[in-house]
């Protein structure tokens, strides 16, 4: 292993600094990547300090981007929230995902992954990685804090999975969880019908840990229900939120470096700093509903003055007009007759009032037309996708209709695959609140 490079960032009178260790091997996975190492302001003028870690995936996007994609910039929301005095100052560890092999080294084995992707994760193996080899390897490199009070787990996406698994399976070693936009069900559509296949192992035990669980309002086929029914199972677990559960629906975030680099400091601040005193409430989610169909719940989100943002899953909430709709402790709306009905929720003295509409039936699904025309020079590939596939009817033109579940939003580019999207980042933006007539036209891509 070679250090490659150091560089720093100016803090007031002090610097943080990044180390970068190149071609870290992995016996028990037998490859190599690079670690990306930060260092806080005062690591190196107090030489007697001891610093909580934080562990994270895909280290090549945690500090800055690359050709694929945008970055975190965690350094900087760290250094900002030490200038603020709102964090302790910590490391944090950052391995570099391997491309070909990121979904097999991320997943646990289980039922739904070899059911979609066949045998072959090795989530254990990388999950051996962390414990056996990077943790010791930075504790005897560093000044760390190493017991598992003062070290935690954070990734995004499948990352967001391979927490989960580590931070359940290895609590001895972690004790707090960062679960950012979490793939814990892999939702797609199949002819017209739409299927969804957990890719998680579920845990009924609670171990002694925080869990930081979020989802973005606008991530697709990726939904607010997944996180949100893995928080219920949780609770169920005997977590508390508030205490060691916190949630957060970001309602406009997509999927992507430049989403969870804006709430980074929400799970920060949860972990390793103070998180102040509420200040504003604000309720997500749809007010529109059936006497016939689906279930919702509301989001009261609680922002406090350090900035850090949480969803209330369990709040107080008074119905001004019970005979027409009530609210459940978790947000459940229960319409009880069609109109219109005011709902209070309060949290710590702040309150908010929603107004709740009640009609006769609204369906779970809803219909989606997609038209995509494509650039003249485009190969014939089987599909295009805009968050979902479309399938191919003739050259230069794809078409389909879906029946996708009511309230997705989707912010999307027209891609051909993984990195292969439309020129100029055009982000597709749409809503299956209701149903959809979809024309696109693709005028050049990337990469032809």
Same mark, same amino acid.
């Given at each position: ?88 100052? $910590? ?262 009032? $929603? ?94």
């Amino acid at each position: 292993m070679a250090l490659i490079l150091k560089f720093s960032e100016a803090i007031g009178l002090t610097t943080s600094t990044i180390e970068v260790i190149s071609s870290f091997h992995s016996t028990c996975l037998d490859n190599e990547r690079d670690l990306y190492v930060y260092l806080p302001p005062s690591y190196d003028s107090s030489t007697e300090t001891r610093y909580p870690v934080l562990y994270m995936h895909d280290g090549q996007h945690v500090f800055a981007g690359d050709q694929f994609g945008e970055s975190w910039e965690v350094h900087k929301t760290i250094d900002r929230l030490i200038g603020e005095d709102k964090l302790r100052e $910590v490391i944090v560890v950052a391995a570099a995902s391997i491309t070909h092999a990121r979904l097999l080294e991320y997943f646990h084995d289980n039922p739904g992954i070899r059911s979609v992707f066949g045998d072959g994760s090795i989530g254990e193996r990388y999950e051996r990685f962390f414990v056996e080899e990077v943790k010791p390897y930075v504790d005897s490199r560093y000044r760390t804090l190493p017991d598992r009070e003062n070290t935690a787990i954070m990734g995004s996406s499948a990352g967001g999975v391979a927490s989960y698994h580590i931070g359940f399976r290895r609590p001895d070693v972690f004790g707090m969880v960062g679960i950012l936009s979490p793939f814990f069900v892999l939702a797609r559509t199949e002819g017209t019908e739409f299927v969804e296949t957990p890719l998680y192992l579920k845990f009924d035990t609670h171990p002694p840990i925080r869990v930081w669980l979020d989802m973005g309002g606008a991530e697709g086929l990726m939904t607010v229900a997944h996180a949100r029914d893995v928080a219920e199972e949780l609770i169920d677990n005997g977590f508390v939120p508030g205490a060691d559960l916190a949630f957060l629906l970001d309602s406009e975030a997509g999927h992507s470096q430049k989403d969870w680099a804006d709430r980074l400091h929400s799970p920060l601040l949860y972990f390793f700093g103070r998180i102040g005193a509420p200040r504003s409430l604000e309720v997500h989610g749809r007010t529109k509903v059936g006497l016939i169909g689906p279930a919702t719940r509301l989001y009261p989100n609680a922002r406090y003055d350090s900035g850090f943002e949480t969803s209330l899953l369990r709040a107080e909430y008074k119905a001004l007009d019970p005979a027409i709709a009530t609210v459940d402790p978790d947000g459940t709306i229960r319409p009880k007759s069609i109109g219109t009905a005011e709902i209070e929720v309060e949290f710590e003295g702040l309150r908010k009032r $929603v107004t709740l509409e009640v009609v006769p039936e609204m369906s779970e699904m809803v219909e989606v037309d997609v038209t995509v025309e494509v650039a003249a020079e485009t190969r014939d590939e089987d599909r295009v996708y805009v968050g979902f596939e479309i399938p191919r009817i003739k050259k230069g033109l794809y078409k389909g209709t879906f029946r996708l579940p009511r309230d997705l939003i989707f912010a999307v580019n027209v891609s051909k695959g993984f990195r292969s999207n439309e020129k100029g980042n055009v982000i597709r933006r749409f809503s299956t609140s209701e149903d959809l007539d979809l024309r696109y036209k693709v005028e050049e891509w990337e990469h032809p």
